[in-house]
């Protein structure tokens, strides 16, 4: 094997023979082994349960370097766009690999108008819903629905995406407000094109026939910034969920169904309601700190502290720095004080000294402090993760073209090692034991 080889290329030996496998290089500097032959040349798998160690893909939208603590999306950084750009911005730049000019922005804008009412035959859907419904079950379910209504269009469902896209992004706004009110009992306030992305969709929740409601541009700015943060982060569970759904070619539609229930999950989007409940749960302890932290280190307890830790940053989430300076000026401004917001406060201090947290490399991640400002802005905890759920949207869309649109995509179907029983004999049921 020549030098040059050796240097594009990663030695296995197995079984006393050398494999040359292909070494990748990302955009970033970011290595891989490619190991697509290693099946087919050996007979061996790679182990890798949760793939902690696996890209199953390559893609162009979001960089994260979680030695460093850095988030982009498309090349810019998280804390330009989280500071500079509505969300509408941020999810044209995840689908078009491009910041839109003006004129490209008010085109998305209309469409986003356009599409925002939901078929009336879909409204007869949530009264079908216990009053109790999770808003995360409400929410999959229509959005599964809407191929029923909104089927994409064209044969080739890529030749439409933007306008499905656009739809879904402005439908499930609608589908969010509409699952809340359903929830209260209230009438639903139906979308207002003259109101912002933002606004519209708080405008959706929180009107009412008796008490009308200002939007108010403080509040639309926290929620501007909290979608943003949480509009794309590379392969994380939902997207791989879409991802993989996707890639059984199914519609868009199903496949962020399949994401919205993975991101309803307590370890991942539900961590921001998890959170909460914790902190509450400590307050009514009388700031017992002790307790819940003697909790997470118990390995033979299932608790964790919510809000904590990631698979890829071993030092502070870029996006939870951005929530946590936000959050005094926020609730400032909108002349909010909640105990909730010192606890999170005193617990992070405590954390951050603790050796088991230390040496785990544990964190406050995106989860942690957003809470604190969905509850000023008036959102109830309940609808903490279908937040998520708006934010992370384009992200999941954008990740579902790329699949589609990438030659090299096959369906996603992981291997396993076998641990059941060998070969049995069958045994007729009259002599079973
Ligand atoms: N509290 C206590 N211990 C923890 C925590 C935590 N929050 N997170 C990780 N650990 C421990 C874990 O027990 C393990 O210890 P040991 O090495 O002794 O077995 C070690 O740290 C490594 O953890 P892991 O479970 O192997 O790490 P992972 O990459 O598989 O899990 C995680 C990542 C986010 C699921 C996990 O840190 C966690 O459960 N955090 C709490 C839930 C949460 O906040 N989720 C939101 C994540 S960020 C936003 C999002 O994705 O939606």
Same mark, same amino acid.
């Given at each position: 094997m020549t030098d040059a080889i050796l240097k594009t290329h990663a030695q296995l030996v197995i079984e006393g023979k050398t494999h040359y496998l292909p070494i990748l290089k990302g955009a970033e500097g970011d290595k891989a082994i490619d190991i697509s032959t290693l099946m087919k040349e050996t007979g061996y798998v790679v182990y890798d349960v949760g793939s902690k160690n696996s890209a199953t893909c390559s893609s162009a939208i979001t960089f994260l370097d979680g030695d460093k603590g850095i988030l982009r999306y498309r090349g810019y950084d998280i804390e330009d766009l989280a500071e500079k750009c509505l969300f509408i911005e941020v999810a044209y730049l995840l689908l078009h690999n491009k910041l839109p000019n003006r004129e490209e922005l008010e085109g998305f804008r209309t469409l986003l108008e356009e599409y925002a009412l939901l078929h009336e035959d879909m409204i007869h859907f949530f009264d079908h819903f216990p009053p109790n419904a999770s808003p995360m079950a409400i929410l999959s379910v229509m959005v599964n629905s809407l191929h029923n209504y909104y @089927? #994409?269009?064209?044969? &080739?469902?890529? #030749?439409?995406i933007d306008k499905t896209a656009s739809r879904l992004i402005s439908k499930v706004r609608t589908i969010a407000a509409f699952s809340y009110k359903k929830s209260m009992g209230h009438p639903l306030v139906y979308p207002r094109n003259d109101l912002s992305y933002c606004g519209n969709f708080l405008n959706m929740m929180f009107d009412t026939p008796v008490r009308p409601y200002t939007v108010q541009p403080e509040v639309v700015a926290a929620m501007n910034k909290l979608l943003i943060l949480h509009a794309d982060h590379e392969q994380n569970c939902s997207t791989s969920a879409v991802r993989l759904v996707g890639?059984?070619?199914?519609?868009l539609y199903a496949s962020i169904s399949a994401g919205i229930n993975a991101l309803w999950g307590p370890l991942h989007g539900g961590a921001n309601e998890a959170v909460i409940q914790m902190l509450q749960a400590i307050y009514a302890d009388g700031n017992d700190y002790k307790k819940y932290i003697a909790k997470a280190k &118990?390995?033979? &307890? @299932?608790?964790r502290l919510s809000g904590f830790g990631h698979r890829v940053y071993r030092t502070y989430d870029p996006r939870g720095t951005i929530i946590k300076k936000a959050c005094d000026g926020i609730l400032a401004v909108l002349n909010v004080s909640d105990p909730l917001l010192e606890i999170a406060r005193n617990l992070e201090d405590i954390v951050l000294n603790d050796e088991y947290f230390v040496s785990r490399n544990l964190y406050p991640n995106v989860d942690f402090y957003s809470g604190i400002i969905y509850r000023a802005i008036g959102i109830p905890t309940n609808m903490f993760t279908v937040m998520f759920a708006l934010g992370r949207l384009p992200g999941w869309i954008a990740q579902w073209k790329e699949m589609r649109e990438d @030659?090299?995509?096959?369906?996603m179907r992981p291997r396993q090692v076998y641990a059941g029983e060998p070969q049995r004999t069958f045994i007729p049921i009259g002599e079973r034991f």
């Open positions: @089927p #994409e269009m064209g044969g &080739d469902p890529l #030749e439409n890639s059984a070619g199914v519609n &118990d390995k033979n &307890d @299932p608790f @030659p090299q995509t096959k369906i």
